[in-house]
Antibody
């Protein structure tokens, strides 16, 4: 069945970098747009980024633009989120999710189980 | 960016109650709106897309309506498994944005 499994979370110091991965299975990854969405502890959902199925287009949330990069490897069915210049306020559970309906992949379903990133000195 | 608001922020209800949650966009988004349900410690689950289309596998007691700037999610007869937090999300333009959430708890 369709599955999304995030990894790469952990504790990192402010200003450092971290790369998250999301392994996809059970669906046509290479024909699906993909999203990252995050949720700070006890807070609501914040959309982070989207990438088109072929990687041709990428969009970012205002708070991560210029620091985070979304990418994908369609040969390996893996989605990535490279996070640079991390800030304390980036502390959150990061979810990867499939985008449904071609361009702009507006409907986000399903979601992975999430991976926790903690930015702390 | 499009701002999303929700009301109420929380609601206490009983099993069998009809519950309505409102979502408002800061500008018109046509029907580019989704609703999600999230239970503690779990990932969000898509309930409604395109403002009123029920996602496959979601019980028919959930329904969505609205267009433009004002939207509603209705649970016609609240069940024990429906106690959760509900979020709306606009998909009209990037960056996508979520509402702050509405927590539905037991009265």
């Amino acid at each position: 069945q369709l599955q999304l499994v995030e990894s790469g979370g952990g504790v990192v110091q402010p200003g450092r970098s971290l790369r998250l991965s999301c392994a996809a299975s059970g669906f046509g990854f290479s024909s699906s747009g993909m999203h990252w969405v995050r949720q700070a502890p006890g807070k609501g959902l914040e959309w982070v980024a989207v990438i088109w199925s072929d990687g041709s287009n990428k969009y970012y949330g205002d708070s991560v633009k210029g620091r985070f990069t979304i990418s994908r490897d369609n040969a390996k069915d893996i989605l990535y989120l490279q996070m640079n210049s991390l800030r304390i306020e980036d502390t959150a559970v990061y979810y990867c999710a499939r985008g449904v309906v071609v361009n702009p992949w507006p409907w986000i379903d399903p979601w992975g189980q999430g991976t926790l990133v903690t930015v702390s000195s | 960016d499009i701002q999303m608001t929700q009301s109420p922020s929380s609601v206490s209800a009983s099993v069998g109650d009809r519950v309505t949650i409102t979502c408002r966009a800061s500008q018109g988004i046509s029907n580019w709106l989704a609703w999600f349900q999230q239970k503690p410690g779990k990932a969000p689950k898509l309930l409604i897309f395109a403002a009123s289309s029920l996602q496959s596998g979601v019980p028919s007691r959930f329904s969505g309506s609205g267009s433009g700037t004002d939207f509603t999610l209705t649970i016609s007869s609240l069940q024990p498994e429906d106690f959760a937090t509900y979020y709306c999300q606009q998909a009209d333009s990037f960056p996508f944005t979520f509402g702050p959430g509405t927590k539905v708890d037991i009265k």
